[in-house]
């Protein structure tokens, strides 16, 4: 049962561009969704993350758009560097006695080309 | 500095025997988490703790056992490894709901 999915499931975009990665979940419950960043031998750390009364979030080249009627949310990085070469997890949790539950979704990974 | 510490990093096991992974976190977190990433698969949670000795199933939690008697420190339990316990494990703390999660390094377990 996978209630978060991310696509696509590997990105490579040149220095420069856009780069957007998408997700979406299947729980109306969920209503907090970090993005968490992992670099190869690291842990995942949160990089961005949006509350469901919000449409926008936006943090330096990072922007987060979410769409709560039909349950998706993309990431999009501005100006890509090849240092965000990394994988990113989309993850959801919900406002309830499951909050401190937190799904992750599969991960995008995204190669940046200089 | 706010850290989650794992121990060992690297830990190879003959198929059948005990594996005990270490965590500890000096943030005074009150939950903390026990994840597995393979390739493909992302991130699945096997435990969470809600404080000392409060302790929930996963998503995963067949074949993995957990212990937290002090707030700063959890640990994984593998009694009896299996091949397919072969894996990075990751723990992680937050300070409750819909918070950040702060994760360790990782360990990278092989059970051969």
């Known amino acids: 049962q996978q209630q978060v999915r991310q696509s696509p499931q590997s990105l490579t975009v040149w220095e420069g561009e856009t780069a957007i990665l998408n997700c979406s979940y299947e729980?109306?419950?969920?209503?907090?969704f970090p993005w968490y960043q992992q670099f190869p031998g690291e842990g995942p750390a949160l990089l961005i993350s949006?509350?469901?009364?919000?449409d926008k979030k936006e943090d330096g080249r990072f922007t987060i758009f979410f769409n709560k009627r039909e349950k998706k949310l993309s990431l999009h990085i501005t100006d890509s560097q090849p240092g965000d070469s990394a994988t990113y997890f989309c993850a959801a949790s919900a406002g309830s006695t499951n909050a401190y539950k937190v799904i992750f979704g599969k991960g995008t990974h995204l190669h940046v080309l200089p | 500095d706010m850290k989650v510490t794992q121990m060992p990093r690297y830990l190879i096991k003959r198929m059948g025997e005990n594996v005990l992974l270490e965590c500890g976190q000096d943030m005074s977190h009150e939950t903390m988490y026990w994840y597995r990433q393979d390739p493909g698969l992302g991130l699945q949670l096997i435990y969470i703790s809600y404080d000392v000795d409060s302790n929930s199933e996963g998503d995963i939690p067949k074949g993995y056992r957990v212990s937290r008697k002090k707030r700063e420190h959890f640990s994984l339990i593998l009694d009896s490894a299996k091949t397919n316990q072969t894996s990075v494990y990751f723990c992680?703390?937050?300070?409750?709901?819909?918070?950040?999660?702060?994760f360790g390094k990782g360990t990278r377990l092989t059970v051969v």
């Open positions: 729980d109306s419950t969920f209503n907090y």
């Open positions: 949006i509350r469901s009364v919000s």
């Open positions: 992680a703390s937050s300070t409750g709901q819909n918070t950040e999660v702060f």
